[in-house]
T-cell receptor
Framework: DTEVTQTPKHLVMGMTNKKSLKCEQH?????MYWYKQKAKKPPELMFV???????INESVPSRFSPECPNSSLLNLHLHALQPEDSALYLC????????????????FGAGSRLTVL | AQTVTQSQPEMSVQEAETVTLSCTYD???????LFWYKQPPSRQMILVIR??????QNATENRFSVNFQKAAKSFSLKISDSQLGDAAMYFC????????????FGAGTRLTVKP
């Protein structure tokens, strides 16, 4: 299995809703990432988990809450979002965040398209 | 700070022709990796090609090849025999070899392939 699977593919939510995005990989990767991508822009790093521990939080508002229940799963919990949070949310994984060659290749999921009304 | 610059927001190529996408980067590191990722309308970012900075030989993957000029900090992507399926956003990316460093993306180039 060489895939990163993201669900749901599309999500529409109101500003008072609570929802979650899910990401799963079975490649044995020990680093997992959340990116936010606006239209026609590059991905922006939000969070990085390394060996199930949060290692990077790029000053993301607290209405986004990441969770890594185990080495294969990554969640992004959403609460009280704003319309400007509407974007494509990409999950990615890599072997780890060390110095091995495989650590440097990110495998991406197909993304979850979020619309906040 | 490392930066990645893609100076061509949009490019167009005729089917079966060759196109070159430009990328420059700025770094003080000596050991790093460079990447080209493709993002078609289906949204998934797909790795096209990777280059290790310590390797002088340019990477090649089928119709895709790079021109890596380390001194000039340039990393261009050449697509030969362009196909309709090559139409996508192409992102150049950089990552240093230091543990814990994260990938940095350029702004992207939208490639259109004309039949």
């Amino acid at each position: 299995d060489t895939e990163v699977t993201q669900t749901p593919k599309h999500l529409v939510m109101g500003m008072t809703n609570k929802k979650s995005l899910k990401c799963e990989q079975h490649m044995g990767h020990r680093a997992m990432y959340w990116y936010k991508q606006k239209a026609k822009k590059p991905p922006e790093l939000m969070f990085v988990y390394s060996y199930e521990k949060l290692s990077i939080n790029e000053s993301v508002p607290s209405r986004f809450s990441p969770e890594c229940p185990n080495s294969s799963l990554l969640n992004l919990h959403l609460h009280a979002l704003q319309p400007e949070d509407s974007a494509l949310y990409l999950c990615a994984s890599s072997q780890d965040r060390g110095t091995l060659s495989g650590a440097n290749v990110l495998t991406f999921g197909a993304g979850s398209r979020l619309t906040v009304l | 700070a490392q930066t990645v610059t893609q100076s061509q927001p949009e490019m167009s190529v005729q089917e079966a022709e060759t196109v070159t996408l430009s990328c420059t980067y700025d770094t003080s590191e000596s050991d790093y990796y460079l990447f080209w990722y493709k993002q078609p309308p289906s949204r998934q970012m797909i790795l096209v090609i990777r280059q290790e900075a310590y390797k002088q030989q340019n990477a090649t993957e089928n119709r895709f090849s790079v021109n890596f000029q380390k001194a000039a900090k340039s990393f261009s992507l050449k697509i030969s025999d362009s196909q309709l399926g090559d139409a996508a956003m192409y992102f150049c990316a950089y990552r240093s070899a230091r543990p814990g460093d994260d990938m940095r993306f350029g702004a992207g180039t939208r490639l259109t392939v004309k039949p």
